[in-house]
């Protein structure tokens, strides 16, 4: 089971959400996105599911980070996309957030 905006609960392996995603050109020095090859999206604990539970810990760190377990896409990088995902069967009944982000390798 899979919450999405904190009011549907979404099933696995049966429910789809879908990801769209757009580069903040304003917040960034010009040719930065030059490099970026990859973008990824990531399944997420929620902080309400990560209390009391060491092995989904938040890190700054991201190599150290626990937070995103479930691997949803990675593919080439373009400033803006979408993506629709099923949830997978193996995804635990929890609180989840998406994270999109990009990678320059």
Request: with cysteine; aromatic share 14%.
């Amino acid at each position: 089971m899979l919450t999405q905006f904190w009011d549907s609960i979404l099933h696995a392996g049966k429910d789809k959400f879908t990801v769209t995603w757009a580069l903040n050109n304003e917040s960034l020095p010009a040719g930065t996105a030059d490099s970026y090859k990859t973008v990824n999206v990531q399944l997420c604990y929620a902080p309400i599911s990560q209390k009391d539970r060491g092995w989904r810990k938040t890190e700054d760190d991201l190599k150290k980070d626990k937070t995103c377990q479930f691997d949803v896409v990675e593919l080439p990088y373009d400033s803006s996309g979408t993506h629709e995902y099923t949830v997978e069967e193996e995804i635990p009944s929890a609180y989840y957030f998406v994270r999109v982000r990009t990678r320059c390798f």
